[in-house]
Nanobody, 123 residues
Framework: QVQLVESGGGLVQAGGSLRLSCAAS????????VGWYRQAPGKERELVAA???????HYGDSVKGRFTISRDNAKNTLSLQMNNLKPEDTAMYYCVARRGPAIVLTTTAWDYWGQGTQVTVSS
C-alpha cells in the first residue's frame, strides 16, 4: 500500500511563497507519475501540477510561471514551490500518485491520494 503524506501548507499573504512537500512510501515512486491536486470549497478538484515517470511536467493554466514541481526519487519526495501566491490559490492541496508513468488529466486516473494540506492566501 502506498502512503502519501503532505506538509508545508499554511497561511500566507498575497504575493508570498510556500513550499509543499510530499513523502511517499514504497519503491514504485521513481517510475510512476506523481502530482498535486487542489480543491477549493464549492469547486471541483483541479490538477495543479504533475511530473511523469520520465520527468516531463504538466501545469494547470492558472499556475504556469508561478509554481514549480520537482521530485527526488532517491528520497521518495515530491515538492511544489509556489510563488506569487494569489487569494484564488486558497485550497486544500493533495499529493497524488498513479500506477503508471504517464500524466493523465482525469481525477479518477490517480490511484493514491494524501490527506491534504491547507493553503490559505490572504489579500
Amino acid at each position: 500500500q502506498v502512503q502519501l503524506v503532505e506538509s508545508g501548507g499554511g497561511l500566507v499573504q498575497a504575493g508570498g511563497s510556500l513550499r509543499l512537500s510530499c513523502a511517499a512510501s514504497g519503491t514504485f515512486f521513481a517510475i510512476n507519475a506523481v502530482g498535486w491536486y487542489r480543491q477549493a470549497p464549492g469547486k471541483e478538484r483541479e490538477l495543479v501540477a504533475a511530473i511523469s515517470g520520465g520527468d516531463s511536467t504538466h501545469y494547470g493554466d492558472s499556475v504556469k510561471g508561478r509554481f514549480t514541481i520537482s521530485r527526488d526519487n532517491a528520497k521518495n519526495t515530491l515538492s511544489l514551490q509556489m510563488n506569487n501566491l494569489k487569494p484564488e490559490d486558497t485550497a486544500m492541496y493533495y499529493c497524488v500518485a498513479r500506477r503508471g508513468p504517464a500524466i493523465v488529466l482525469t481525477t479518477t486516473a490517480w490511484d493514491y491520494w494524501g490527506q491534504g494540506t491547507q493553503v490559505t492566501v490572504s489579500s
